[in-house]
Nanobody, 126 residues
Framework: VQLQASGGGAVQTGGSLRLSCAAS????????MGWFRQGPGKEREFVAA????????YYADSAKGRFTISSDDAKNTLYLQMNSLKPEDTAVYYC????????????????????WGQGTQVTVSS
């Protein structure tokens, strides 16, 4: 599957953005999906994940209460609604997909995922 992230941009503190991740290719399969980000000089970090079976969402502590992960299966698109943005949210945001597996979901580990999008820049100014 190929992933294409979009929707990034520059906003002020307190603003909102909605990121999209369009999937193409082998979309008939089922995937667990995730969002990660990588700020300047930082390692890639987990933001949110959506587990296919049951649709359970998981969030990093930094995202809880402000970000919402969702999907539109008809459009093969994953979303990340980001509200109350802060300067520390500035990063390149990546979407990722994991071939469906049952069992233990290591959703916060980037190595768990099989496919990655190219990233979209989010810049939050104070």
């Amino acid at each position: 599957v190929q992933l294409q992230a979009s929707g990034g941009g520059a906003v002020q503190t307190g603003g909102s953005l909605r990121l999209s991740c369009a999937a193409s290719g082998r979309t008939s399969s089922n995937y667990h999906m995730g969002w990660f980000r990588q700020g300047p000089g930082k390692e890639r970090e987990f933001v949110a994940a959506l587990i296919w079976s049951g649709g359970t969402a998981y969030y990093a502590d930094s995202a809880k209460g402000r970000f919402t992960i969702s999907s539109d299966d008809a459009k093969n698109t994953l979303y990340l609604q980001m509200n109350s943005l802060k300067p520390e949210d500035t990063a390149v945001y990546y979407c990722a997909a994991k071939d469906f597996t049952d069992g233990i979901y290591v959703y916060s580990d980037p190595d768990w995922y099989d496919f990655w999008g190219q990233g979209t820049q989010v810049t939050v100014s104070s």
